[in-house]
């Protein structure tokens, strides 16, 4: 009975061993299958120091040890697999060897049987794909045992004389089978405990990861600014269950959610040296409230205890940060020093992309503004001079011109590049006809036929006037005979097509002002419908050029 | 009596000048011309002493009309111009006379003094294009511009100037002396053009040689030109 006590001693003293370093990184090793060499080493010389120290701590019964070196060879075995196994096993039984007694020898072979055939048994596993069973103590437990009745046999077979060894297996079988099984199954169920938590702990931190940047994607990229860095920082204190989070630009808050909002008011400068220090030095800082201590440079009576700042970066220029905070009285956990980080590196990511984005359209209008502004100066000059050549002639008709010139002018100087409607581009279109029809007489016919339901349909400004324009400049101007022109509208499935189609089919893909003026209302329709909308060219040479417009029939994409 | 031809593609545009020129009884409208087509027609036709030619026209612009004549007969020019900045320059570079769209009375005055004054034409070889890219010809009364490099050959006989390219047969007023100095095409008998590139065989003869276009047409070369026609495709 004593005996059993004993042993159960030792095995405690192993299990508070594995206990202790199943906290420390190094549990992973054992969490882990080995495949790897220098793995497979750790194995070894983990366990076979087991092996080594269950001996020497072993009770001295009868002329031989009781004692818990099984544990170490079957896990080693079961960890390391059939060779590692072999060697665990051999050590252990050597060391064995080397200490002498009636059962030495049987001790050493059964030690290194009992390391390779758990070995064996782990690769049976392995093999047919149930090595989760490797860690579950119930099979730990039975492999331990029939290892250990290995060993009481081998005793039985090879230790002389018999009837010693009789007497010896009697007293020390039953403890050493139940305490080195149970051992070995605790071991393993030690093992999978920190397994599963670690397992679910950094589940539990990809779906946070996830979930923030699911959340968060797009609302920085339309900018960094108040309104959007509340939003997102609602989304990451909902998600990380911090004390507070907030959200800086380089020189005041942005937002502040959570314990100590009543102070922390967002557009105010930033006051904390930590923060300013990470925008100063573009570096991560945190002060734990332990080792570097937190205190808020607001109010005293704040109970933010420590606090994680992290920059926002965009290229590599410091934009602002973000700051998570936790209470005084809870620990800043390093799961989300980590997710922090990460969050830092999305939104960056986000605000990189906005910027591109904006500047990208910026581009786009700057472009649009000059191109519509920039009105062709020899349309003007010319009209100029037909109005001076009809004013004494026919000083109404010269008067209605003006007018309509005017009328040209001010949409072309004065529309925006937002939208308008079909109504209004055709009013555009009208007063540009009217001089044209002015100039050419009756070298020009323009038909529009577009129902009246259309009318009210929204486009980008400039969608279809530059269009009849290029019809005119590229194509029925440079026609000998007379110039036909029509504009016509139908619909192809939830499509509304506007088309512009003259009678000169002189289209060259790569005529410089043409390309540019139709390239541009092409981007801008892809850019605000999608890649199938936007303009179509077909021509056929000396015949028709047609120009189409794709843009949805529904407004509500607008 | 200066005889004048106005050339614009603006119906106001030319009636404008028109009604300019008539204040000055010492010049007379021969005609008004609506592109470069008619205006080299009339003025093969007419060898009008002076034009009025504005630079932006259909298919060929003022300037390429005044490539495509014949120096002999060239009329004393006066451009118009809406807005060219280049062409601006180059008249100012040059002293060429211009008027600017609309019309500034004063100024077309002041032109029409100076053209009383010199009736010579002015020498404008360094602003005109020295190959012409496209030829003015015409089908029956329909007018057609023949892309320079589509011809095969031009001929010329009593009915006037063939021009035959891929796409068919067509007629010029250009002269053949013309169109051999300002197109890449080169002589290869008295009354032919032939393009370089049209050439697909050539078979000699007695009286030099004789070539087969790619559309199978048949181009008589004289021995006068073999020699050189050699040279040009490397047999020599």
Not at chain 1, 137 to 148: D, K, L, Q, R
Not at chain 1, 521 to 533: A, D, M, P, S, T
Request: with cysteine.
């Amino acid at each position: 009975m004593s005996l059993i006590l004993l042993l159960t001693q030792q095995m405690c003293v192993y299990l508070v061993i594995v206990y202790l370093v199943s906290k420390t990184p190094l549990f992973k090793l054992f969490a882990e299958s080995s495949k790897r060499l220098p793995h497979k080493v750790f194995i070894y010389v983990v366990f076979s120091l087991f092996c080594i120290l269950a001996t020497y701590f072993g009770e001295q019964t009868t002329g031989a040890i009781a004692n818990t070196r099984a544990m170490g060879a079957v896990l080693g075995g079961l960890l390391g697999g059939p060779v590692t196994g072999f060697f665990v096993g051999l050590t252990g039984g050597l060391h064995r060897y080397s200490m002498g007694g009636f059962t030495d020898l049987a001790c050493a072979i059964s030690t290194t049987l009992e390391g390779l055939s758990a070995g064996l048994f782990s690769y049976y596993l392995k093999k047919v794909g149930k090595e989760e069973s490797l860690y579950n103590p119930a099979w730990v437990f039975m492999v331990t045992f029939a290892a250990e009745l290995l060993q009481m046999s081998l005793i039985l077979l090879i230790a002389k004389p018999f009837d010693q060894a009789w007497e010896l297996v009697y007293v020390i079988a039953p403890p050493m089978l139940f305490i080195n099984s149970l051992g070995a199954a605790m071991f393993m169920s030690i093992v999978r405990d920190q397994k599963t938590m670690f397992d679910k702990l950094s589940s539990s931190f990809s779906t946070n990861a996830l979930k923030i940047a699911e959340r968060s994607v797009g609302i920085l990229s339309k900018g960094f600014n108040e309104e959007s860095s509340q939003k997102v920082a609602q989304i990451i204190i909902e998600e990380t269950r911090v004390g507070a989070v907030a959200i800086t630009d380089r020189h005041k808050l942005l937002a502040f959610i959570g314990i100590g909002a009543d102070h922390h008011l967002p557009n105010t400068p930033i006051s904390s040296k930590i923060t300013l220090d990470a925008i100063a030095q573009n570096k991560v800082m945190f002060a734990d409230g332990v080792d570097t201590t937190y205190a808020c440079s607001i109010s005293t009576h704040c109970n933010l205890g420590s606090s994680l700042v992290i920059p926002l970066r965009s290229n590599d220029e410091v934009v602002g940060t973000i700051k998570l905070y936790e209470p005084k009285n809870k620990l800043f956990l390093n799961i989300n020093r980590t997710l922090g980080e990460g969050i830092a590196r999305l939104l960056s990511n986000q605000i990189l992309y906005g910027r591109f984005e904006q500047q990208k359209n910026l581009l786009m209008q700057a472009e649009i503004k000059l191109l519509h502004a920039q009105v062709n100066p020899h349309f003007l000059f010319n009209a100029l001079n037909t109005i001076g050549a009809i004013i004494s002639r026919d000083p109404p008709m010269a008067k209605k011109l003006i007018k309509q010139l005017s009328q040209f002018l001010r949409i072309n100087l004065t529309r925006t590049t937002g939208l308008v409607t079909l109504a209004d581009e055709l009013e555009h279109i009208d007063a540009y006809l009217a001089i044209e029809h002015a100039r050419f007489i009756d070298k020009l016919e323009v038909s529009i036929a577009i129902p009246a339901i259309y009318h009210h349909h929204k486009m980008p400004a400039f969608t279809l006037q530059p269009l009849i324009e290029n019809a005119v400049k590229h194509g029925t101007s440079l026609l000998f005979d007379e110039g036909v022109i029509k504009v016509k509208a139908s619909t192809d499935g939830n499509d509304l097509l506007l088309s512009v189609t003259d009678n000169a089919g002189l289209y060259q893909p790569s005529t410089n002002t043409e390309g540019l003026g139709m390239n541009l209302v092409h981007k801008r329709l892809q850019n605000l419908f999608g890649e199938r909308y936007g303009i179509e060219v077909h021509c056929k040479t000396d015949e028709y050029t047609c120009v189409q417009v794709r843009i949805p029939l529904d407004e509500a994409t607008l | 009596m200066i005889r004048c031809l106005i050339i614009d593609d603006e119906p106001f545009a030319r009636q404008e000048v028109a009604d300019l020129l008539d204040k000055h009884p010492d010049f007379d409208v021969l005609g008004q011309c609506g592109n470069a087509i008619e205006a080299l027609q009339q003025i093969n036709q007419h060898k009008p002493d002076l034009i009025f030619v504005d630079i932006q026209m259909p298919r060929i612009n003022g300037m390429e009309l005044i490539a495509m004549l014949n120096p002999e007969q060239m009329p004393r020019a006066v451009f118009i111009t809406a807005f060219d900045e280049y062409a601006v320059k180059a008249f100012d570079n040059n002293a060429f006379d211009y008027l600017l769209k609309p019309i500034d009375e004063k100024r077309f005055n002041q032109t029409l003094d100076k053209v009383r004054s010199n009736m010579t034409p002015q020498p404008m070889e360094n602003i005109l294009p020295s190959q012409l890219a496209h030829l003015p010809c015409y089908i029956g009364s329909k007018l057609k511009v023949v892309t320079t490099t589509d011809v095969e050959f031009i001929v010329s006989d009593v009915g006037g100037i063939h021009v035959h390219s891929n796409k068919g047969v067509s007629h010029t007023q250009l002269t053949l002396k013309v169109l051999e100095e300002k197109t890449p095409l080169f002589r290869c008998h008295k009354q032919y053009l032939l393009s370089a590139d049209a050439i697909s065989e050539i078979e000699i003869t007695d009286s030099g040689a004789e070539v087969t276009t790619h559309t199978g047409a048949k181009v008589p070369v004289s021995r006068r030109y073999l020699k050189e026609l050699k040279q040009l495709l490397g047999f020599q």
